[in-house]
């Protein structure tokens, strides 16, 4: 126990000093302010009924299964850690990871809508990444699709048998991926191009979304898989439940 303690402990240390670093970036979230009012309020109508089930999820956690809560944290720190820390990309600007896999695999697709929105909901506030306006467009497009999309192939692959670190690793990888493709419809809808309309703008932000995240997004698959595996090495100790795992 005292080990896992020191984990924990390692993992805050690590957000703090995210926060302390980090400069205010604009990066891969949509920025407060871009997107029209119109386009902001739907897709804060389209996050709500997620982000409300989830917190009632998350409820159900702290009620029902208390012993998840140590995973919450864990799965609330790492995904604030990785979206919020920018890195090189190679199209020469910067962009992050998500994060948002670790929490679809222990915690289920709805309890992590809760866990990215609160992470972009901090980064908004303490790190001018993303923004108030736009926390309903970024929490859909990680916090929401990112989560299903990553429980999805978690869930689909284990039932194949696909041996576990590859299903962890595509889980995070596909479900990195798909936030920013969900990303660039979004701007897509809102910008589209003056000649080739929607189609051709989506062409011009997967394009460049695409260059920017692969090399990412493998980076949180490998990230990924480290982290499940020392929890469930963990978890084969009994410092974690063995119901952990049992119905997400």
């Keep these: 126990m005292k080990k896992f303690k020191k984990s924990l402990t390692m993992v805050g240390i690590l957000v703090f000093l995210v926060v302390l670093a980090a400069q205010p970036v604009n990066a891969?979230?949509?920025m407060e302010g871009f997107l029209p009012i119109g386009w902001a309020v739907f897709w804060w109508v389209m996050a709500l009924p997620f982000i409300g089930f989830g917190l009632y999820q998350v409820g159900k956690i702290f009620k029902d299964k208390p012993e998840q809560k140590v995973l919450l944290a864990i799965a609330t720190a790492f995904t604030f850690a990785l979206s919020?820390?920018?890195l090189p990309s190679v199209t020469g600007s910067s962009s992050h990871m998500t994060g948002i896999g670790l929490g679809a695999i222990v915690l289920g697709p709805f309890a992590t809508v809760?866990?990215?929105t609160i992470a972009l909901l901090f980064q908004?506030?303490?790190?001018?990444h993303?923004?108030?306006t736009t926390l309903g467009a970024n929490?859909?497009?990680m916090a929401i699709v990112g989560s299903f999309v990553a429980y999805g192939i978690y869930k689909g692959l284990s039932k194949l048998n696909v041996p576990k670190p590859i299903t962890i690793f595509l889980a995070a990888f596909i479900g990195d991926l798909m936030t920013y493709v969900t990303t660039s419809v979004q701007l897509a809808l809102a910008f589209p191009d003056p000649v080739g309309?929607?189609?051709?703008?989506?062409v011009k932000f997967l394009s460049i979304f695409a260059i920017t995240q692969v090399p990412?997004?493998?980076i949180e698959g490998i990230l990924t898989v480290l982290v499940v595996n020392a929890i469930y090495q963990y978890k084969e100790k009994g410092i974690i439940s063995n119901e952990t795992f049992s119905d997400n």
Excluded: C, D
């Design 139 to 141: 929490a859909f497009s």
């Design 197 to 202: 309309g929607f189609m051709a703008s989506l």
């Design 84 to 86: 919020a820390f920018k």
């Design 216 to 218: 990412l997004a493998i």
């Design 28 to 30: 891969m979230h949509i």
């Design 114 to 116: 809760v866990v990215g």
């Design 130 to 132: 993303g923004g108030l």
């Design 124 to 128: 908004a506030l303490l790190l001018a």
